[in-house]
């Protein structure tokens, strides 16, 4: 397994960690479990980002 696919994994891993998370902080109804949910889906969506990116990266090196 080369370096990119291994730094890819982890990003992947990392937004499915973020997406967990998020829902179920949106399942309890409070203020503070709102909250954090946004936190989360925040996060999600910069760990996505992140994944995509060094998808690329890895595409382009590997060509």
Do not use: C, P
């Not at 949910?37 to 590997?62: D, G, I, N, P």
């Amino acid at each position: 397994m080369s370096f990119f696919s291994v730094v890819v994994l982890v990003a992947v891993l990392a937004t499915v960690f973020a997406l967990i998370t998020g829902v179920t902080s949106m399942v309890a109804n409070d203020q503070v479990g709102h909250n954090d949910s946004v936190h989360w889906m925040q996060k999600r969506v910069e760990f996505q980002a992140a994944a995509v990116v060094l998808v690329l990266v890895a595409v382009y090196f590997a060509s």
